[in-house]
DNA sequence: ATGAAAGCGCTAACAA
DNA sequence: TTGTTAGCGCTTTCAT
């Protein structure tokens, strides 16, 4: 005879057991030891559901408990190195904790953001992590309508904890490396505005953005003064893009800039497009950093200085938040790292070491 | 005063709109039109639900439709290009059909696999998209027990659809790739084992794998006649494993064999981590090629060839699946692309132009 | 040590 | 065109 194709409920069990249906409910959900079940009788209920192959309907459960069990993230996208490994911590922390993920992305729309966490909300998710979010006050508002515990990360948003990377420490130890390494101002070969370092990528729209174009300003104001507005090229972050922009700097100028801070791993992986297909003598010059990391970016042809963020990091205090009960909007920095290039120098460079 | 911190029901609505639960529920769901609720009355309806803060309860929806509105996907990990691309997808598929998307990794972990299905079965989701199983067979039994559709991705199930990449197809184009860049067998520098193509990186025991490996042995055996046991070095996956095992591979050669296929993007990390430590003369004579793609690993220091595997194609011929309905074992193959190294050729490679 | 019964928020017959 | 009612599967008092 073929199996019912019906999913068993605790009645079946409990038939099946002859015990009553709270009696079963209790067996299974662990809560047997308190309501003074004999172990006897817990035992034998879990044997029988277990050859029935039922599932405890975790729908019903979260409905009666009005706790569904469920923690929710949104973040722009999934495949990005600095994303994905959030989701790799998410999960992590959340297993601990014995909620089960959901893990969705919204792309950079705020009107997907809307929708995502509407969903989400209506899933009864017990907290959220907000990543990178496009327009934290709508989402602010949502989560407050609905009271659900909720932490941005990596975007600040008001009304609720935030943790953030340190941008400014980080793009300042990047372009502190950056002007280290370009060729010293007064040797006229790269004169001008050449001479002048440029950050290409992201949206100055952004607050982690916004944070890393002002200190790449402020460093390098130190040793040039004030910047041009042109020097920042915040062109978003599709690759294409990138390597249309850079190309473009580099016929203005008559070449590369003698310094180039990249916004994003993306907007780099368009200016290497853009520059494998110059002569190697064409970028000797310059000195290239990277905010964002790729273990592959590390060993290119030249050496290039690349920030690590640390993901792991910022998703462990963002739980902790959560843990802890804060609800003030406090701001968490997180620093990153700055990882020297593996690449070995070979050429204009080596004598940098 | 404050809000009512309680989240507000179709009862809580129905009062304030002078309507039934039933009406309310009706002009919520958007099944009005087909109760023939009256216009004027869903709208007010819906405008009061809106100044409330209503959002409709997914959990008691799914309870009573029996239908949850979620489905799932499983996979190894999220911090890995070919999975969070093959995320992307998902949940732009899972969009399109209205449902949301549960994305949860398992670690190639069998007992952590069998732990999350199960909790993605009690939350009662629609369909589940297996991805990268290590035990298929345990998971087709609980799918089948529960009545769940599900269809196998990249490492094919007994029992369910599977959509897999053409593993075959791509290591005997990867294969070729590398032989034909190898130098000439017989000239006698680097002879002897030396001489031979190697594969490193990956587990034998799983489907991907496996089906690779004997694509590797079958082309070069064309060549070589039939390759050593040792010639492959099914190491796993970890950077740090791979690097030690290339190391001593060296040892053994007294250095880089002719031909190097890598059987995935994490041990290429630790062969590239290897290699940087060489002088560039030491990789000159060597072919290298790589199972799996990344936009930086393909502007190396050295030309790499990589194959690039179709996540969004994958991912569409699965939910392809589940829409037609198909509950056969069939398998469906899809194809990768070889994707030639954009690195500009300096030194010993630029003559192989 | 266990059972009976109410109800979580919603939908879907069935009535009206 | 709308309201009444009976559950979906589970947990949880309150009895016993």
Redesign the pocket.
Known sequence: MPKPR??P???DISRLA?????????S??G?WRE????E???RKVQEIAAEQG????LQ??G????RSGLVGMIMPVHDNRFFSSMSQSFEAHARMRGLCPVIVSTLRDPAEERRTVETLISYAIESLLIVGATDPDALEQMCRAAGLRHVYVDLPGRGAPSVISDNRHGAEMLTRAILDRMPAGGDGEAGGARALPYLLGGDAGDYASAQRINAFRAVAAERFGPLPEANVIACGYAPARASRELAALCDRLGGLPAGLFVNSLTAFEGVVGHLVTLPPEAFAGTAIGCYDYDPFAAFLQFPVHMVRQNADGLIARAFAMLDGGEEAAVVIEVAPDLVAPRTIYKGPFSELG
Chains 1, 2 share one sequence.
């Not at 002859?18 to 209790?26: E, K, L, P």
């Not at 309501?35 to 004999?38: G, N, Q, Y």
């Not at 039922?54 to 309907?57: A, D, L, P, S, W």
């Not at 409905?63 to 009005?66: G, H, K, V």
């Open positions: 019906q999913k409920t605790i009645y002859g015990a009553s249906a709270s009696t079963v409910s209790a299974l959900s809560a309501r003074r079940i004999s006897a009788t817990a039922y599932f405890t309907n019903a459960r409905l009666r408990r009005a």
